[in-house]
């Protein structure tokens, strides 16, 4: 039995238990043992379910003899660092519960599961060890580690010559046969008819708490209202599945439109919406969903805006006009809380630039990039793609060049353990 032992760094690394319930879903649990080390908030708000994996919450207090007991009661042949970046700033104590030379010592291979970024590149742009290169200027501290494992998407998976540098295929090549299986089963859990179109909307988590922080809750009820009243334009019947909105909320439903809120991302869930969803929304320009969605051949649109106020109060933005439902919504959120109006394209971040031109996103990440309150191209943009018009079709001959880019050359996660597993010891 091989046993590995992934590290969840920080204490805000959301993104890095989605991608990380991908790889072990790849891995046989009969002959691989995994445990994961994850800190209150993520392990809180993240539950994964159904697979042959122990997790250890790293309560209030944990440290390094908690960390030492862990290692010597596991005894793990692999470490798989998640979100390593946390640990190199000059931050690294108010976002991790985990120490850097936590890490000096183990026998155990250490690897680093990164979907940020290739920051680690020598002179010949090939991938790297120890030398980090943030904002161009050297980190604080060192990160000493044996392998990088790219995630492939949203990285390109190109050939290398770097023997310490693993690709790892970011796909359940099991989707599309597993999605007419529990489609049903879904359906029946949701409470909705056979022809009720299911489209799914996640606000991340990471992005919320920054925004209840910043006293912008009235955001999240304003983007759903937003959306049902576009649907309500369209003919179908459809379930808006609401997930990581922060509460109070009810289900509820409106004409043609049922509402479904889940306060948590249920790893178990959102895998089976993710198979039988027919639109994914979110907020945010990296969110995992994107390319998970995509993956499985659902087409995804990531919610920005480019309203705002001017000095005098006076609505900005680069559409023509609002319509009577929207401008009494706005001029609600203007009086009540006018600091949440402001242009994004990843809320709750302050978009400063001119509005993007471009709508398909696919260098990193796949989706439609759509201005939330644009009311006559955000409803055409949600209806082309789930009656399969033009966009839909752009998107479906896009997606086949993003699979050949990001995943020819990649290793599905039991081929990377099983290469981890034979390397040598460390600290010999």
């Avoid at 891995?27 to 697979?51: A, D, F, M, W, Y």
């Avoid at 940020?116 to 030398?131: F, I």
């Avoid at 693993?166 to 989707?175: E, N, V």
Wanted: glycine content about 4%; proline content about 7%.
């Amino acid at each position: 039995m091989i046993k590995v032992l992934f590290v969840i760094a920080g204490d805000f690394s959301f993104d890095e238990m989605i991608y990380l319930d991908a790889f072990i879903n790849q891995l046989p649990g009969t002959s691989i043992e995994s445990k994961i080390l994850s800190p209150q908030l993520p392990l809180t708000h993240v539950n994964i379910k159904n697979r042959n994996v122990d997790i250890a919450a790293a309560k209030p207090g944990f440290g390094p003899e908690e960390w030492q007991e862990l290692i010597q009661e596991f005894e793990p042949q692999i470490v798989i660092l998640c979100d390593p970046y946390v640990l190199l700033g000059p931050e690294a104590e108010e976002l991790s519960y985990i120490d850097i030379h936590w890490l000096d010592g183990l026998r155990s291979v250490v690897g680093v599961l990164d979907f940020h970024a290739n920051l680690l590149k020598t002179a010949d742009d090939q991938l790297a060890l120890k030398e980090y290169v943030l904002s161009q200027t050297p980190p604080p501290y060192v990160l000493d580690y044996d392998y990088l494992i790219k995630v492939c998407p949203p990285h390109n998976a190109i050939p290398t010559q770097n023997a310490k540098v693993l690709q790892w295929g970011c796909q359940d090549p099991m989707a599309s046969l597993s999605s007419y299986t529990i489609r049903d089963e879904v359906r029946t859990q949701l409470s909705c008819k056979p022809e009720t179109r299911i489209i799914t909307m996640v606000f991340p988590m990471e992005n919320s708490f920054q925004a209840l922080e910043k006293g912008l809750f009235s955001h999240f009820p304003l983007v759903v209202e937003t959306l049902i009243y576009y649907l309500n334009q369209l003919e179908e019947e459809y379930l808006l599945a609401i997930i990581n909105m922060p509460p109070p909320f009810n289900d509820f439903d409106f004409d043609n439109v049922q509402i479904r809120f889940f306060p948590t991302l249920d790893m178990h869930l959102l895998s089976d919406l993710l198979k039988t969803t027919e639109l994914f929304i979110t907020e945010s320009l990296t969110y995992p969903g994107h390319i998970l969605s995509a993956l499985r051949d659902i087409p995804g649109i990531s919610l920005g805006s480019s309203l705002g106020l001017d000095a005098e109060g006076n609505y900005t933005h680069h559409f023509e006009e609002l319509s009577p439902f929207l401008q009494l919504k706005l001029d609600s959120q203007r009086q009540e809380n006018p600091e949440s109006l402001f242009p994004y394209i990843s809320f709750p971040s302050h978009f400063k630039h001119a509005w993007l031109q471009t709508d398909l996103f696919q260098e990193r990440y796949l989706y439609f990039l759509t201005d939330l309150f644009n009311e006559s191209k955000t409803t055409a943009l949600i209806d082309d793609l789930l009656s399969e018009g033009p966009r839909y079709q752009e998107f479906r001959t896009t997606l086949s060049d993003y699979r050949q880019r990001k995943l020819e050359l990649t290793q599905d996660a039991e081929s990377i353990i099983r290469h981890l597993v034979t390397a040598p010891p460390r600290n010999l």
